[in-house]
């Protein structure tokens, strides 16, 4: 169970996202230079990205 909580820990953000950066990433994802990604889901849960 302790490795697990770590993994998770490892894998989380530390500090909450502003709404600029999930703007950033809207207009970034409407632009042209995402061509490359495809088939990614972009999961905002609770101010967290």
């Known amino acids: ?23 950033d ?3 970034f994802l409407d632009s042209d230079q995402d061509a490359m990604i495809s088939e990614q889901h972009h999961l905002i849960v609770g101010g967290r990205l």
Do not use: G, H, R, W
């Open 1 to 23: 169970m302790l490795k697990l909580k770590n993994k998770l820990f490892q894998q989380t953000l530390k500090e909450n996202i502003e709404s600029e950066a999930v703007v």
């Open 25 to 27: 990433l809207v207009i």
